[in-house]
């Protein structure tokens, strides 16, 4: 399944790039960001499905490079902002009110959050077992008691901003 469903995710993220406005996506560390993703989709798509333990070992060896590869796109990207900040020269606009600018950005990292979701399970699987977790997944873990925490947090964030 992974081997079918990652090209397909990192395809969209080069789609998602091409799509951001306001020029972002011919920013320089953009570009960058989105040839990262491009050459994995390519190494993706061209690695055989694998059918033998070696083809499954140099599947996961690849989805490590591409994994530490990307390390970096957040900081890139957000390279790229300040970069189109520079573009615009913020004093005449400010760049937070760019709200359509915020979504494609926040469906942009949502999918990339997908995307090493994924990646990292697999091979946190392929390791030696950790106790108490399934890949990346701890199986203590309480989706109730997340939600809790998260409101929780929000409740505070807002009192703080807001009164």
Request: charged share 30%.
């Amino acid at each position: 399944w992974l081997h079918n469903e990652l090209p397909v995710r990192v395809a969209k993220q080069v789609t998602k790039i091409d799509k951001l406005p306001y020029g972002l996506c011919l920013m320089p560390s953009v570009r960058k960001v989105r040839h990262w993703y491009k050459d994995s989709f390519l190494k993706l798509t061209r690695c055989p499905y694998p059918k033998t333990i070696e083809q499954a070992e140099e599947y996961t060896r690849m989805l490590e490079d591409l994994f530490e590869r990307h390390d970096g796109t957040l900081m890139t990207m957000a390279k790229g902002v300040h970069e189109l900040k520079a573009e615009l020269k913020t004093d005449h606009h400010d760049i937070t009110e760019f709200l359509d600018l915020h979504e494609h950005l926040d469906s942009f990292y949502t999918n990339r959050i997908g995307i090493r979701l994924l990646a990292g399970h697999h091979l946190e699987i392929t390791k030696e077992p950790r106790k108490g977790y399934a890949g990346l997944i701890l199986k203590t873990t309480s989706p109730a008691t997340i939600t809790k925490d998260a409101t929780d947090n929000a409740t505070q964030v807002c009192y703080s901003a807001y009164g």
